[in-house]
């Protein structure tokens, strides 16, 4: 599951240059008892900048917001130059390639979307869900402190998912159900990465069985370049979900 975001504090203009100045201009969190900087030093990094973020604008959608310019063009230039057989797209699931919002309301993760058909196990995974997830949106609190109370959360889920009898059948009318669309673009994507031979790794948190359920139910074909790691479900001859395979897969270090 992912944390909720807030919403940008810019507003994302149609022009590269204006949504450059823009983001220099944004307020940054400093430290407090940091030397404050010198008054030339926008100036002086804007003119540096000027020229790559100009240069850049090609590269970067009407619609979106770059901090470093400059450096986004030396990747964009990097890859080119490597070429495909040097690429490997690396993405992660919930609300990356699937929507944030999607008809009307806040777009279901692959956690989120289950239904156990038990309503007993479903409540106390959502109140699961009502502990937890404030701590992994925390940002007060230690990334070694967070990533043990997700594996905690994650083990109680799973626990639950099994001790409530949770099936494949399960998943499926799940996802059938949900509310869960890809983003636009993601299909002609994987196609073209595909006709090329470049692998795409699905890295992802949530639940390997759900994501490529999704997959099925809501791009109707299989890609053979794509590759799901994530948390996968070991079914019995049944249909039943018996245990998880090796260790939770989190976002955590």
């Not at 399960?170 to 669309?181: E, G, L, N, Q, Y």
Request: aromatic share 10%; hydrophobic share 40%.
């Amino acid at each position: 599951m992912r944390p909720m975001m807030s919403p940008p504090l810019l507003s994302p203009s149609p022009c590269p240059l204006l949504r450059f100045l823009r983001l220099y201009h944004a307020p940054r969190r400093r430290n407090p008892t940091a030397a404050p900087l010198p008054p030339y030093t926008f100036r002086r990094r804007l003119l540096l900048l000027l020229p790559a973020a100009m240069s850049s604008a090609s590269t970067t959608a009407p619609d979106s917001v770059v901090a470093d310019p400059c450096a986004l063009a030396r990747k964009v230039a990097a890859i080119r130059a490597a070429g495909p057989a040097k690429l490997q797209v690396i993405a992660d699931f919930d609300g990356t390639l699937t929507r944030y919002w999607y008809d009307g309301a806040r777009g279901q993760s692959s956690h989120s979307l289950l239904r156990q058909g038990n309503e007993e196990y479903d409540a106390k995974r959502v109140a699961l869900y009502e502990h937890y997830h404030p701590i992994e949106i925390c940002p007060d609190i230690p990334l070694p402190e967070k990533a043990k109370l997700m594996e905690e959360w994650w083990e109680k889920t799973h626990g639950l998912l099994i001790e409530g009898g949770l099936t494949y059948e399960d998943i499926k009318k799940s996802v059938f159900d949900a509310v869960i669309a890809f983003r636009d673009g993601v299909v002609e994507l994987f196609e073209y990465l595909e006709e090329r031979d470049i692998p795409v790794l699905v890295f992802s948190a949530g639940l390997a069985d759900i994501i490529e359920e999704v997959f099925r139910q809501k791009l109707h074909r299989p890609f053979k370049n794509v590759k799901v790691v994530s948390n996968r479900m070991v079914f019995n001859e049944e249909g039943r979900l018996v245990s998880f395979k090796g260790t939770p897969t989190s976002r955590n270090p």
